[in-house]
């Protein structure tokens, strides 16, 4: 601490630190960002260029681990360093908001949460779609019965065209540890955890594909969120995904592409309620429909949108204060990395797997 700000360093000054973390970190007043580090110091320079605020660049993490003043860390490498370095912090005392997904596994994820409880510091995964008002009303409609029962959830999180990286780290199985299912299919299935209250799984089945870019010199892509495809390198994830779960409350169907040769990008989840109905477009907003006089209406609700990264360090910045665990607190998220292992084991035994 230092004049009661929390004294942060910033583990990785990649794309998700750029769009989301410096800036919502930087209008934070009880901050200071006392540490950019990267590995390739050109990007933590870049961060200092961008928010003169950072006091010093450096390479090292352990660096800041070592330093008595730092309070908190984030952990904004690939999934490879969430895991080791997370536990280092801890270890040292640092309270940790590292990025989605938590690790690979359920059991590194919750050997992170163990190492969380025995420092007794906190350990806050970037599930920051939790943090949408679109979500937090939604979650509260169902609390208090808005739906009626909701008794399916279908969700989509398909583009066309859009694996990142093809060949680099996204699509190379030993560093990310899957394709579309766990880069973009933890979002969903954590929303839909959420807003039910948490689930019980009963049974789940899942397939996963890996047919659109067999030859990665062939896939002409519109976006590559993580640079620009590499001819030679690894491809062994999946790009499309398709599953069902029984759960103790309703049960979910999904798809999700990285990739399809049908140009639509649908991003939404749908939860169908006896009494009433809502679609979550994947970002902000969302549509609710309910019946008057058995006639189906369409409510669009009014609310104020903030940031939500914003939300989401506000909260883990007051979690430090307080002591108090968020919504965002690994402990509530080990469910949603869970069911990532029961897929991907259905997927790959091609059969359902009953809990
Ligand atoms: N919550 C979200 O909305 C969201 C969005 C995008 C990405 N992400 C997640 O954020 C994480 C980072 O994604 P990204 O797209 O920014 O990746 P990136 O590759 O753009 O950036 C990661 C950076 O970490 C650095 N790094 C790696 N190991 C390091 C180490 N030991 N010490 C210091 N620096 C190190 C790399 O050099 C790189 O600059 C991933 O887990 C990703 O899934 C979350």
Redesign the pocket.
């Known amino acids: 601490m230092r004049n009661d700000r929390i004294v942060v360093c910033v583990?990785?000054?990649?794309?998700?630190?750029?769009?989301?973390h410096f800036p919502a970190l930087s209008k934070n007043p009880g901050c200071v960002i006392k540490y950019a580090?990267?590995?390739?110091p050109e990007?933590a320079w870049k961060r200092k260029e961008e928010y003169p605020e950072v006091e010093q660049v450096i390479?090292?993490?352990h660096v800041a681990l070592a330093d008595p003043e730092v309070d908190a860390v984030y952990v904004?490498?690939?999934?490879?360093?969430?895991r080791d370095?997370s536990i280092d912090a801890l270890r040292a005392g640092k309270h940790v908001f590292c990025?989605?997904?938590i690790s690979y596994t359920y059991e590194m994820a919750r050997e992170m949460a163990q190492e969380a409880e025995k420092a007794g510091k906190l350990l806050d995964i970037?599930?920051?779609?939790r943090y949408h008002r679109s979500v937090e009303l939604l979650e509260q409609m169902n609390r208090e019965g808005a739906f009626g029962k909701i008794y399916h959830v279908y969700c989509s999180f398909r583009n066309y065209r859009c694996i990142p990286q093809l060949g680099g780290?996204y699509t190379t199985k030993e560093l990310s540890g899957g394709g579309v299912l766990i880069?973009w299919g933890i979002?969903f299935f954590d929303l839909i955890f959420y807003v039910l209250g948490g689930v019980k799984l009963q049974t789940v089945t899942c397939d996963t594909y890996s047919e659109m870019a067999k030859r990665i010199s062939d896939y002409k892509y519109i976006g590559m969120?993580?640079g620009p495809a590499q001819p030679d390198g690894i491809n062994d994830v999946e790009e499309f995904v398709s599953g069902y779960m029984r759960t103790d409350k309703a049960s979910i169907s999904f798809n999700g592409a990285w990739a399809q040769n049908i140009d639509h990008d649908e991003m939404y989840i749908d939860f169908l309620g006896d009494k009433s109905g809502a679609r979550l477009t994947y970002g902000g907003s969302f549509e609710f429909f309910t019946t008057r006089d058995g006639v189906l209406q369409k409510v669009e609700p009014k609310y104020e949108i903030p940031t939500h990264?914003e939300v989401e360090s506000e909260a883990f910045f007051r979690a430090i204060r307080t002591g108090e665990k968020t919504r965002a607190h690994i402990g509530n998220i080990l469910e949603s990395q869970k069911v990532l292992d029961i897929l991907y084991a259905s997927a790959e035994k091609r059969e359902e797997i009953r809990l």
């Not at 580090?37 to 390739?40: A, E, P, V, Y």
């Not at 970037?126 to 779609?129: H, I, K, L, P």
């Open positions: 583990i990785g000054c990649g794309k998700v630190s750029d769009f989301a580090c990267d590995l390739i990007r390479t090292d993490y904004l490498t690939p999934v490879t360093g969430h370095i990025e989605k997904p970037g599930v920051c779609n780290a880069d979002h969120y993580a990264y």
